[in-house]
């Protein structure tokens, strides 16, 4: 099998929250696109192990990806081990992304920057013709892109995510465990049930207004930031200025 673009996320919403917009995008443009969590997201304050994964899969389907893949390397603790590295390098292999989109190297949940290791490193071994264990041909990337979550970055480059906004509050929308507040959810976790950021208007509020000042570096409603560790190969410079210059103003 062969994935234009394969989007990594520690926990079964992180793709969804970082760079769900972008691949709803890709998938308008043709690309194929697959989605993959690192873990069942088992430590998560509200909801079971098996409604997450159900509503992991719908949110993936959302997105347009063509397949949903859930490994089990430890939430709320995210392993680094030979087995973790194993079975992502296996699955690198296996859908020989051309691209992959991976959580930030700098974040307030200790599980992303873990899981920002392991995928920057996976992608690399994945590659090694001699790195034995996994299955599959040797297969590395060509562009692997780290997406925002909690911490605000610098971006190396922003998505305009405008035109599938409301595609994407869809696709966050089907966790609903964890976003009883997400528009069209309507749901009101019980009276004792323990207070948790994502579960709370103000969060969803900060989904909006993050993407809002992303968009309005690059002069567009909303977009969704990423970061590169290294330099991009541009053949044409044109195509980095689609839009014409602001007039006036500041």
């Known amino acids: 099998m062969t994935i234009d673009v394969l ?3 520690a926990h079964p919403d992180d793709v969804e929250l970082g760079c769900g917009g972008t691949l709803l995008r890709l998938g308008q443009a043709g690309r194929v696109t697959a989605v993959l969590s690192l873990t069942r997201g088992e430590a998560g304050t509200l909801g079971t192990t098996e409604q997450r994964q159900v509503e992991a899969q719908a949110g993936a389907e959302r997105l347009g990806a063509r397949e949903f893949v859930m490994l089990d390397c430890g939430d709320g603790g995210l392993r680094r081990d030979q087995s973790s590295e194993d079975a ?80 994407k509050l869809a696709a966050i929308a089907a966790h609903r465990s964890q976003f009883p507040a997400a528009p069209g959810n309507g ?29 309005l570096m690059i ?16 053949d044409d410079l044109v195509l980095l200025a689609p839009r014409a210059p602001e007039e006036g103003g500041r």
């Open 187 to 215: 749901i009101a976790p019980p009276e004792d049930a323990p207070f948790t950021r994502a579960s709370s208007r103000l969060f969803w509020d900060a989904i909006e207004g993050r993407a809002r000042h992303f968009g």
């Open 88 to 167: 992502l390098i296996s699955e690198l292999r296996r859908l020989r992304p051309r691209v992959v989109l991976g959580p930030p190297g700098f974040d307030r949940h200790p599980d992303h920057e873990r899981a920002h290791r392991l995928v920057r490193d996976c992608c690399y071994y994945a590659g090694l013709g001699k790195r034995t264990g996994p299955g599959g041909e040797p297969h590395r990337p060509s562009l692997v892109l780290w997406y925002m979550l909690h911490d605000p970055v610098a971006p190396t480059l922003v998505v305009d995510v405008t035109p599938i906004w409301d595609q």
């Open 7 to 9: 989007a990594i996320g």
């Open 219 to 234: 002069g567009v409603e909303r977009g969704e930031a990423f970061v590169c560790d290294r330099p991009l190969a541009v």
